[in-house]
Nanobody
Framework: QVQLVESGGGLVQAGGSLRLSCVVSGSISSINAMGWRRQAPGKQRELVALVQSSGATNYPDSVKGRFTISRDNTKNTVYLQMNSLKPEDTAVYYC?????????WGQGTQVTVSS
């Protein structure tokens, strides 16, 4: 089993920044891919960042150039740096991990961007 605990969410004004953190515990040896996804009311769930154990990253166009995912394997932690935030980034953000793609997910942290 894998446990993921997110932190760092909050309220920020448009144009501001937030950094989310996610600590991973449990059977972490099986975790190669880490990612963040978000869910906003009335919108489809969206994967916003993915990082492989190789360091390769992937982002959708909606956040490319604004969000950066990184991982610190020594701390079993993955981060999501979010810059130039927009009101449409408001959502619950979930951290995930898995062997090839995230399959375990945390409980989420709320990010609210005010205009």
């Amino acid at each position: 089993q894998v446990q993921l605990v997110e932190s760092g969410g909050g309220l920020v004004q448009a144009g501001g920044s937030l950094r989310l953190s996610c600590v991973v515990s449990g059977s972490i040896s099986s975790i190669n891919a880490m990612g963040w996804r978000r869910q906003a009311p009335g919108k489809q769930r969206e994967l916003v960042a993915l990082v492989q154990s190789s360091g390769a990253t992937n982002y959708p166009d909606s956040v490319k150039g604004r969000f950066t995912i990184s991982r610190d394997n020594t701390k079993n932690t993955v981060y999501l740096q979010m810059n130039s935030l927009k009101p449409e980034d408001t959502a619950v953000y979930y951290c995930g991990g898995g062997r090839y793609f995230p399959t375990y997910w945390g409980q989420g942290t709320q990010v609210t961007v005010s205009s």
